[in-house]
Each structure stands twice: as structure tokens, then as C-alpha cells.
């Protein structure tokens, strides 16, 4: 870890200090006498819960020199997990346990329970929900939405979009437009799963030309470039990231701080939420602006550690921008951290290693594993006529290259080696990405790889093994997620609830009503 991003972490966790300093009330309020905070900021981590936060600050002591840590195992805390008052709230939707995006966010939008799929409306979608961000601009406060993943994609739509599906992108983005919000930032929009005879016959390019003549004309700048993004002073806009993946989300962390040659100019959360902190502020009127990591969701569906723990890091500092802006404003702001739900069964610790932990191992992965099936996988293809029937050398070098994972003694001091075992489960993998071949049944398939390219989640499977690390899912769990506040009406958020009233408590420390049944 770069020197530069401990002393971020440090200067955070003072400024996190000084916030507990200024809280009043008792710990385990269940009201709030106060005065209502001008300046919210809620940031909700998509598919993030107790165990991706502990594995990032596990990882991050493991790989910190060794007169840092010198005094036996220590776990290096996040800026969100030194805040003054921690909850646990349960995540489950309306009609089924293990939840999804959309019900989980309309949860935390609305305080109300809906169904899966469902964008901030009742079960049966014919009842529209208030939103957090609707009665924050009703109130006079400006509004910013900022996501990693597309500004339509489910979490940031539920501030402002109402929708029977949460796929009716289309749809959603209209009420983007019209929602007559601040500020929009992070990822772009799915104009690919436009329908209408309006977007039918044109491509993807011309679909994005028409949001963003759409969006001048309701007052918006369009931002997509490092240049117009940086002169962004002022009005309403919507601040689209350079670079996007095939989902129209910004590229994962991990991918972005190893190869920056392939993303020079790319935006970062933290440089969104800024950005968002900028153009927001005003001494009179306040702003609530909701931020999402949600990517942290994705990397934990594809089972890839490493690339859910970058994520969580540009998570974290995303937080710290919030945090170093409420020491300017202690009393008049409310930080509010926690996610939508667990994704990937994460657990840390696994049967082979036992006891022992080596998180230190995982910082060999220098690649998520989109990058390495487009372009790792994607250029070793090309090369080949007749594609080899076994693991050849150059696979093997680029694994190591990639995952410091040898497995044909290619160096004597360099990379994990793996076991016979191991190294079959790379064969058989290798056979199945390049040629759909497998000696398994499709279930053993379904269970092995989670419908993912079958040889890169092997080698994140394999390092995080050997790191210490496992998983049960491809999918959400119910695991009980965290709730973190500082600021303002910061104990409100003490103790064991539902994720309904997360939105319930802000709304009341905003004093602003919200939803009934």
C-alpha cells in the first residue's frame, strides 16, 4: 500500500475523532430532539456487509510494511468503520428472504418494503413511494446521485425513479431527466437496452448523443471527458466517468491502479463525491447526496476478492471526502454508511488454511477478472490457430504474471506454487474457457464457476483460498449489514433493526415525513 493512502486513512480517522467529539446525545436514542443537519450524506455499498469490510482492512495491515505492523496481527480500520456509532440492520424484501438491489434499495430510499425488482413502489407497483432525495428537494436541499456502476442501474435509481422493473432503463432514465435533481455522477446510461421507435434504429453512439440533447435541454452540462469534468463550476449536471466497461459502469479500482496507461483521465468516486460536494454547497439551502459503491456487489458475484476490496477502498474514499467536509461542518451534518446487502457468501478463513491467514498473498493479483477474460484471455486466443489442448507456458507465465500463481515451476522465488490438485482444477477450467469442454455435469459447472469465465474465477478462487479466504455464493446472502453514522442525530442508528428504518431515522432527523402504510 502507497504511503500516501496511509496517511489519507490517518488524516481521516482524526477527522473521524473530532466528529465524535461534537455528538450530544446518548448512545441509544431512539428519537431525535435536535435540529435537522443541512448537509446528508447517505453512502450505501452495493453487496457490501460485515465481512467484505473486515477482509479490506485485513488486507490492508497484511500488505503494510513490516515496521508498521510490527507488534503482532492488527487490522488497519477504514475511515466508515471508525465512525461513533455502529448498527446492524436486516436486509430481507417483501416476498423473499435473500433480497435483491432494487427491494434493498427502495428500502433504504423509502423506509417501505416492496418486492423484488420493484423501484420505489409497493408490491403490486401501482403506488408510488417518497423517496429520501425527493422530500430532501421538496424541502429546498439540493440533490446529487453518484454510483459506480450506471446512473440508472438500480440502487440510484430508487432516489428517483418509480418503475415496475428495475430493467425498464429506458424508463428510468426519463425520470432522471425529470426528476429536477442537482446532480448525477459516476457511471453512464444502459442506452443499449433502450426499446422505444425513438432509439430503435439508431446505435449505441446515437442513443447517447439524444440523453445528452435530452439533458441539455432540461438544464443539465454533460460531462464525459477528464477536461469538462474538472471545469464543472457551477448549475446543474450530470458527470459521466471517460472510461466506461461493457455495463456502462466506471472500471473496477483494481484494474484502473494497474494499468492506468489503458484509463489515463478516469474519474475515481472520491473525485465524483468532491466534485458533488462542490456544486452542491450552499450556506442557505443544504444538499443530501447518496453515494454508491456498486461494484463492490459485482466483484463479490464473480467471487474476485481483490477487486472487491480496490472497490471498497474508493468506497472508503468517497466516505473520507464526506468526513473531511463535515469537520468544516460538524453540526450541521449526518454521514450515513451501510449496504444494501452481503453478496458471495464471503467468509474469512477456509478449510485448507485453517487457522492462518495470508492476505498479503492476494496483492499479487494485479487484474479483475473482466480485464483478464477481455484482455488477457481475449489476446491469448488471437495468437492461436488451434487453441492447446493443455495449459502451455505462455498461460502459465501470464498466470503468474497476473495472479503470482506458478504452476510450472517458471520461477524458484517468485509466485505461490500450486498442488497437483490445484493445478488440475486449472486444467480442467482452461479446457472449459477455451474450448466449452468439461469433464464435470452441469450442475458440478453451475457450482464450480457460477456461470463466469471458468478459468479466471478459478484463479481467484485458488488465491483466495490460499489467502484464507472463501465463498458460498455467486448470489446475495442475508447476512445482517452494518449501519455507520457520525454527525448529527449519529445515535439514532444504534442497535438491531430493519433496513426500512434506516430511511426511517434520516427522514426523521431531517424532519420530514416520508412514507406510512
Not at 446543474?236 to 484509463?263: G, H
Not at 493443455?390 to 497476473?402: A, E, G, K, N, S
Not at 479446457?431 to 453451475?446: C, K, L, P, Q
Request: with cysteine.
Amino acid at each position: 500500500m502507497k504511503l500516501t493512502s496511509i496517511k489519507r486513512m490517518l488524516v481521516a480517522s482524526a477527522a473521524v475523532c473530532t466528529l465524535c467529539l461534537a455528538g450530544t446525545a446518548v448512545a441509544g436514542t431512539t428519537s431525535y430532539n435536535g435540529s435537522a443537519p443541512k448537509y446528508i450524506f447517505y453512502f450505501i455499498g452495493d453487496g457490501m456487509a460485515s465481512p467484505q469490510i473486515h477482509a479490506t482492512e485485513a488486507y490492508l495491515a497484511a500488505v503494510q510494511d513490516d515496521d508498521i505492523v510490527a507488534g503482532g496481527i492488527k487490522a488497519e480500520k477504514l475511515t466508515m468503520s471508525q465512525f461513533p456509532v455502529m448498527g446492524m440492520q436486516m436486509s430481507y424484501a417483501n416476498n423473499r428472504f435473500i433480497t435483491g438491489s432494487a427491494a434493498a434499495g427502495t428500502a433504504l430510499a423509502c423506509g417501505m418494503k416492496t418486492n423484488i425488482g420493484v423501484i420505489s413502489m409497493n408490491p403490486d407497483a401501482v403506488l408510488k413511494y417518497k423517496t429520501l432525495a425527493e422530500v430532501a428537494k421538496e424541502r429546498g436541499m439540493k440533490v446529487g446521485i453518484i454510483s459506480s456502476v450506471s446512473i440508472d442501474h438500480a440502487t440510484p435509481a430508487v432516489f428517483y425513479s418509480h418503475t415496475e422493473s428495475r430493467n425498464n432503463y429506458e424508463e428510468i432514465g426519463a425520470q432522471l431527466l425529470d426528476s429536477g435533481f442537482d446532480y448525477f455522477a459516476g457511471g453512464g446510461f444502459r442506452v443499449n437496452k433502450y426499446t422505444s421507435s425513438e432509439y430503435a434504429s439508431l446505435d449505441n453512439d446515437a442513443r447517447y448523443a439524444r440523453v445528452e440533447s435530452k439533458a441539455a435541454a432540461k438544464g443539465f452540462t454533460f460531462a464525459n471527458t477528464r477536461d469538462e469534468f474538472d471545469a464543472l463550476s457551477g448549475g446543474r449536471a450530470i458527470a459521466v466517468n471517460p472510461y466506461l466497461d461493457s455495463s456502462n459502469a466506471i472500471p473496477y479500482a483494481l484494474n484502473r491502479i494497474n494499468n492506468e496507461a489503458d484509463y489515463e483521465g478516469s474519474i475515481t468516486l472520491a473525485e465524483f463525491t468532491a466534485k458533488g460536494i462542490d456544486l452542491l454547497y450552499t450556506k442557505n439551502d443544504g444538499f443530501f447526496m447518496m453515494v454508491e459503491g456498486g461494484k463492490i456487489d459485482w466483484a463479490a458475484h464473480a467471487n474476485d476478492a481483490r477487486a472487491a476490496i480496490e472497490d471498497t477502498i474508493a468506497f472508503d474514499n468517497a466516505i473520507a471526502e464526506a468526513v473531511a467536509f463535515a469537520t468544516e461542518h460538524p453540526k450541521e451534518t449526518l454521514i450515513v454508511v451501510t449496504g444494501d446487502h452481503e453478496c458471495g457468501g464471503m467468509t474469512l478463513g477456509y478449510a485448507g488454511t485453517v487457522y492462518e491467514t495470508y492476505y498479503e498473498k492476494m496483492a499479487a493479483q494485479t487484474i479483475a477478472y473482466d480485464d483478464f477474460d477481455s484482455k488477457v484471455i481475449g489476446a491469448y486466443k488471437a495468437n492461436y490457430t488451434t487453441l492447446p489442448s493443455d495449459v502451455d507456458t505462455t498461460m502459465w507465465q501470464l498466470i503468474l504474471d497476473f495472479y503470482g500463481l506458478d504452476g510450472a515451476a517458471l520461477t524458484a522465488d517468485e509466485g505461490d506454487d500450486l498442488t497437483e490438485y490445484e493445478i488440475s482444477l486449472v486444467e480442467d477450467a482452461f479446457d472449459m474457457t477455451m474450448r466449452g469442454e468439461s469433464v464435470n455435469t452441469s450442475e458440478e459447472d453451475s457450482l464450480l464457476y457460477g456461470g463466469y469465465n471458468a478459468l479466471s474465477v478459478t484463479l481467484t478462487h485458488l488465491l483466495n483460498r490460499k489467502s484464507g479466504l472463501a465463498w458460498t455464493s455467486y448470489s446475495h446472502t442475508a447476512v445482517p449489514v452494518p449501519v455507520m453514522a457520525s454527525g448529527a442525530g449519529e445515535d439514532m442508528f444504534d442497535g438491531y433493526y430493519d433496513n426500512t428504518d434506516v430511511a426511517k431515522k434520516i427522514a426523521e432527523i431531517m424532519k420530514v415525513y416520508l412514507n406510512s402504510l
